[in-house]
């Protein structure tokens, strides 16, 4: 079955340290991107791509950063600059530009 | 940049009530996409709206596209407790047709 895949559902992370979350997709859609929700809230673009080797910042980049080596996977990676990581992380991708597909996300927790 | 208001923000309302729910903006939106949350888990698209005053049905939901093309809305009819969730309504934005701008989400808690 096509869809959007994120690992790990949850994630814990000290204090200092860089963690990547992963996303893939087998839906064969150029355009990716990375959402960050927080309790009651709505959602913020961190990334997107929109082809292979390409990627812009979104509304709050400042503390993550991607990469966009294959067309399957846009992998986050929360560096210890990001002074509030603790959140929701939803994936999504898309073809046409409209009706994204989203991951089930992952819970990110910093202890 | 573009904003989308949703509202109400919140509701509670009982099992077997109708719901409505809307979205606002200050510019011209093409396209409408009415997306539902569950607790814990990623949005999924349920309605995409493509002209204006268009009128489509997803089963028990009913969404509208604003003839002004600032506007979008949402019923729900004869709510049941798997409605439970979060309700976003998105646009395309502009000058990016690949990136969606979407809404506060209006929260719906149903109780039997």
């Known amino acids: 079955d096509g869809g959007i895949t994120q690992s790990p559902k949850y994630l814990f992370r000290k204090e200092g340290q860089n963690v990547t979350l992963s996303c893939e997709q087998n839906?064969?859609?150029?355009?990716m991107y990375w959402y960050r929700q927080d309790p009651g809230q709505g959602l913020r673009l961190i990334y997107y791509s929109q082809i292979v080797n390409d990627f812009q910042k979104g509304d709050i980049a400042e503390g993550y950063s991607v990469s966009r080596e294959k067309k399957e996977s846009f992998p986050l990676t929360v560096t210890s600059a990001q002074k509030n990581p603790t959140a929701f992380y939803l994936c999504?991708?898309?073809?046409?530009?409209?009706?994204?597909?989203f991951g089930s996300g992952t819970r990110l927790t910093v202890v | 940049g573009q904003q989308l208001n949703q509202s109400p923000q919140s509701m509670f309302i009982q099992e077997g009530e109708d719901v409505s729910m809307n979205c606002t903006s200050s510019s011209i939106f093409n396209t409408w996409l009415w997306y539902k949350q569950d607790p814990g888990e990623g949005p999924v698209l349920l309605i995409a709206l493509y002209k204006a005053g268009e009128l489509t049905s997803n089963g028990r939901l009913t969404a509208q596209f604003g003839i002004t093309r600032k506007d979008s809305f949402l019923n729900i009819s004869a709510s049941i407790p798997s409605d439970v969730g979060i309700y976003f309504c998105?646009?395309?934005?502009?000058?990016?047709?690949?990136?969606?701008?979407f809404g506060t989400g209006t929260r719906l808690q149903v109780t039997l």
């Open positions: 999504a991708s898309s073809s046409l530009g409209y009706g994204y597909t």
């Open positions: 839906l064969n859609h150029d355009a």
């Open positions: 998105a646009g395309p934005s502009t000058g990016t047709a690949s990136k969606l701008t």
